[in-house]
């Protein structure tokens, strides 16, 4: 990896870190497809190492206003997700997994945008994070189920909800992968320089939430899970 592609990676990250310190998800949505082209070492591992860092820095800038019973019920129901995300892999192709669950947040995010909101409940909640976790496992897009499920919560609450979610799913992943021995000696140097665009990351976002608290938060979420939707279909269709 030459030293500008480092530079350039950098900043996306920065821009990808800022961008969830400001919504609560979303990060690597952004930030992932771009540095997999900058150059392939930046991804999967090196930035799997450094999320949980992020999820617990902004974890802890909003810690006393995370939904405790939401958050209980969605991590219950991502267990399962992720294990039948795993089956499903052995399967089904990805591609039409892309493509149905292109359409489903498509539809979610219409029918929310419309005015028709579940309420939400145990089951819900469960229904949401299985979800995730099914969409992380297969097409490694598990943000947005989750982030539609809280979309109407206050900012902080969003924001530290998500951020514990994304804490506890993606140490899982990092410790499950660990453990087969998929990190090597140049993942955690890239992961070193990834250290520096999470704190610039959560520095910026800081100043940026207000505005977006106020009133533009649900649209944000309405439209990068649409991004994501579209993203998906791409992918799958192409």
């Known amino acids: ?4 592609q480092l530079a350039f990676g950098l900043v996306v990250y920065a821009i990808g870190c800022t961008l969830q310190g400001v919504l609560g998800f979303g990060g690597g949505l952004f930030a992932v497809p771009i540095l997999a082209l900058i150059h392939p070492d930046f991804v999967p591992g090196p930035v799997l ?4 860092l992020l999820s617990g820095l902004l974890s802890m800038r909003e810690r006393g206003s ?8 969605a991590l219950t129901g991502r267990i399962p997700g992720v294990l039948l995300g795993a089956v499903a892999l052995t399967v089904v192709a990805e591609e039409r997994l892309g493509v149905l669950f292109g359409v489903l947040l498509l539809a979610s ?25 099914f969409m992380a496992t297969t097409v490694a897009v598990g943000g947005p189920p989750i982030a539609l499920a809280f979309h109407d919560l206050p900012g902080p609450v969003l924001r530290a909800t998500l951020s514990v979610y994304f804490l506890a799913g993606t140490t899982i992943s990092l410790i499950v ?27 910026l976002s800081g100043p940026l939430r207000g505005p977006l608290d ?12 649409s991004a994501a939707a579209v993203v998906l279909l791409i992918r799958s269709l192409a």
Request: net charge positive.
């Open 109 to 133: 995010v219409a029918l929310k945008a419309s005015g028709v909101h579940a309420e939400r409940t145990p089951r819900t909640l469960m229904a949401a994070g299985g979800l995730s976790g």
């Open 66 to 73: 995370v939904d405790r019973h939401g958050l209980r019920w």
């Open 214 to 225: 106020r009133g533009w938060l649900a649209p944000a979420v309405y439209v990068l899970s």
């Open 177 to 203: 992968l660990a453990l087969a021995g998929q990190f090597g000696t140049s993942d955690l140097v890239v992961a070193a320089w990834l250290v520096l665009p999470v704190m610039v990351g959560v520095a």
């Open 1 to 4: 990896m030459s030293g500008l």
């Open 49 to 52: 190492m450094v999320n949980p």
